[in-house]
């Protein structure tokens, strides 16, 4: 199984809007029994929380459902059990560095810069104190990094089952 983390700073706005498109990628590629998708947030202020209403509404309008999503924090486990630990800002990317020794550095990436590097956007923007559009943003950013995201996983799976024949 190849498991991957995404990562905000709460856990209820962008990090499960990328846990449900990208499952919803996942299982419309027939991967679902190979991937395994989680989020979690650097700080524990909502757990257990649902996501907000308002990442929720925006995701439903483009198909995902973030319903069942509970916020929870970051654990030390975390950084063995998945391949990729995904933070969907540079703060929080130091906050993932921060928690832990740099043995972990090479599972932790950074979204759009290193999914959907053409964009040259680095952060997907925190949405939580500013208006709709900025939600709007975010499932679209989590749309096209997602796609690259899906691209490398399928290479990795491809490379992966080569090495048993
Ligand atoms: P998230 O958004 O990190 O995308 O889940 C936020 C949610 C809550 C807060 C900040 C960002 N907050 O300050 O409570």
Do not use: W
């Not at 209820?12 to 299982?27: D, N, W």
């Not at 932790?108 to 709709?132: E, M, Q, R, T």
């Not at 996983?153 to 024949?165: F, P, T, V």
């Amino acid at each position: 199984m190849y498991s991957v983390l995404f990562v905000c700073l709460g856990n209820i706005c962008r990090s499960p809007t990328a846990e449900g498109v990208f499952k919803s990628l996942v299982t419309d590629a027939g991967l679902s029994n190979q991937v395994f998708v989680d989020s979690a947030g650097t700080s524990a202020h909502h757990v257990n929380e649902a996501p907000d209403p308002r990442s929720q509404q925006e995701a439903k309008r483009h198909g995902y459902d973030l319903s069942r999503i509970r916020s929870r924090k970051v654990t030390p486990n975390d950084y063995e059990k998945f391949d990729l630990i995904i933070a969907m800002d540079e703060s929080n990317l130091n906050n993932l560095k921060s928690f832990k020794s740099n043995a972990y550095d090479s599972k932790l990436k950074l979204f759009l810069k290193d999914f959907a590097p053409l964009l040259n956007i680095h952060d997907v923007p925190d949405p939580y104190y500013g208006g709709a559009k900025g939600f709007t943003k975010v499932v679209e950013l989590v749309e096209h990094a997602s796609e690259g995201l899906l691209e490398l996983i399928k290479a990795e799976i491809k490379s992966k089952s080569q090495k048993y024949i």
